[in-house]
C-alpha cells in the first residue's frame, strides 16, 4: 500500500540510521520488527524524516517519535498539518477511474499534532543525520512535500512526487506492475506545481527511485518513463476534470 525507508549501513558499529516516513496507522509493531532486524533490537534512528504529512505516510509517527524519542523533520510548509493547526483539503474521488479513487472520501486528512517534536527542515537543503543526501522542494501533492537524493549514485526518494504504480486503481496496487505515474490524483491540489517537480526530479537524471507508492525502479525503463511523464504530464497525469484541476 505505501512504502518507507531504512537509510544507514546495518553493518556500521555505530549504527546510525533513519526513518523515512512512518507508514500506516497500526503498524508501528511492524517497523520495529523490521528496524530490530536491521539494525538491532536496541538500536534507535537518530530522526524520522517526513516527505510530507498525508496519512499513509505519517500513520506511526507519533508513537515511534515518543518510543525512540527522536526528533521529526519536515518542510516548513508541511508544519500546520504536523501541528495540529490546518486539516489537508478534502479529497477528490472523480479523478482517476479506479476504486482506490473512489473511495478516498473516507481516508483521513485531519491534521495530527506532533508538537515540539517536528521541526523544520534546514533551509539550505541539507537533511540533518544524512550527510551524503539533499532535499527538494517538489510541491503539488502538498504545499511542503519534499523528495531526497543522493548526488554520489543517484538514488531518488521521491514520495508521492510521482509514483511507480496507477495507485487510484486497487488492482494496479494489488499487482504492483511496475510503471511510472504521477501523483496520487485524488489527494493532489495543485497541479501546476506538481508538473513543475516532475520536472525538477527528472532533471536529476535519476539512477533508482524509490516512491511513496510502488516498487523501486532503475535503468533504462526508469528514465524512459520519467522522460515521458515530465514532458507530458498533462496527458498523462492531470486529469480531464476534478475539483482541483484547472
Given at each position: 500500500m505505501v512504502n518507507l525507508c531504512f537509510i544507514g549501513n546495518p553493518h556500521d558499529r555505530f549504527n546510525k540510521w533513519v526513518l523515512v516516513d512512518a507508514g500506516m496507522v497500526d503498524s508501528?509493531?511492524?517497523?520495529l520488527e523490521a528496524s530490530a532486524e536491521r539494525f538491532g533490537s536496541a538500536s534507535t534512528p537518530q530522526a524520522i524524516i517526513l516527505t510530507h504529512g498525508h496519512f499513509d505516510h505519517v500513520g506511526a509517527?507519533?508513537?515511534l517519535a515518543v518510543h525512540w524519542d527522536v526528533p521529526v523533520y519536515a518542510h516548513a510548509f508541511e508544519l500546520p498539518y504536523l501541528t495540529g493547526q490546518s486539516d489537508y483539503p478534502p479529497p477528490d474521488p472523480s479523478v482517476g477511474g479506479g476504486l482506490m479513487a473512489r473511495i478516498s472520501s473516507i481516508y483521513p486528512r485531519k491534521a495530527i499534532d506532533l508538537g515540539n517534536r517536528v521541526k523544520p527542515l534546514p533551509s539550505d537543503g541539507t537533511i540533518p543525520?544524512?550527510?551524503d543526501w539533499r532535499w527538494i522542494h517538489t510541491p503539488g501533492?502538498?504545499?511542503?512535500?519534499?523528495?531526497?537524493?543522493?548526488?554520489?549514485d543517484g538514488v531518488l526518494i521521491a514520495g508521492d512526487a510521482f509514483t511507480t504504480v496507477k495507485q487510484e486503481s486497487a488492482w494496479a496496487v494489488l499487482t504492483q506492475e511496475k510503471e511510472v505515474h504521477g501523483p496520487p490524483a485524488y489527494f493532489t491540489t495543485d497541479w501546476k506545481e506538481a508538473w513543475r517537480s516532475v520536472e525538477k526530479l527528472?532533471?536529476?537524471?535519476?539512477?533508482?527511485?524509490?516512491?511513496?507508492h510502488g516498487q523501486p525502479m532503475y535503468g533504462k525503463n526508469l528514465s524512459e518513463q520519467l522522460d515521458?511523464?515530465?514532458k507530458d504530464f498533462?496527458?498523462?497525469?492531470?486529469?480531464?476534470h476534478g475539483r482541483y484541476v484547472h
Amino acid at each position: 500500500m505505501v512504502n518507507l525507508c531504512f537509510i544507514g549501513n546495518p553493518h556500521d558499529r555505530f549504527n546510525k540510521w533513519v526513518l523515512v516516513d512512518a507508514g500506516m496507522v497500526d503498524s508501528m509493531e511492524r517497523i520495529l520488527e523490521a528496524s530490530a532486524e536491521r539494525f538491532g533490537s536496541a538500536s534507535t534512528p537518530q530522526a524520522i524524516i517526513l516527505t510530507h504529512g498525508h496519512f499513509d505516510h505519517v500513520g506511526a509517527v507519533k508513537e515511534l517519535a515518543v518510543h525512540w524519542d527522536v526528533p521529526v523533520y519536515a518542510h516548513a510548509f508541511e508544519l500546520p498539518y504536523l501541528t495540529g493547526q490546518s486539516d489537508y483539503p478534502p479529497p477528490d474521488p472523480s479523478v482517476g477511474g479506479g476504486l482506490m479513487a473512489r473511495i478516498s472520501s473516507i481516508y483521513p486528512r485531519k491534521a495530527i499534532d506532533l508538537g515540539n517534536r517536528v521541526k523544520p527542515l534546514p533551509s539550505d537543503g541539507t537533511i540533518p543525520f544524512m550527510t551524503d543526501w539533499r532535499w527538494i522542494h517538489t510541491p503539488g501533492h502538498t504545499p511542503g512535500h519534499v523528495s531526497l537524493f543522493r548526488d554520489q549514485d543517484g538514488v531518488l526518494i521521491a514520495g508521492d512526487a510521482f509514483t511507480t504504480v496507477k495507485q487510484e486503481s486497487a488492482w494496479a496496487v494489488l499487482t504492483q506492475e511496475k510503471e511510472v505515474h504521477g501523483p496520487p490524483a485524488y489527494f493532489t491540489t495543485d497541479w501546476k506545481e506538481a508538473w513543475r517537480s516532475v520536472e525538477k526530479l527528472r532533471a536529476l537524471h535519476p539512477k533508482i527511485v524509490i516512491t511513496g507508492h510502488g516498487q523501486p525502479m532503475y535503468g533504462k525503463n526508469l528514465s524512459e518513463q520519467l522522460d515521458a511523464l515530465a514532458k507530458d504530464f498533462d496527458e498523462l497525469a492531470i486529469p480531464d476534470h476534478g475539483r482541483y484541476v484547472h
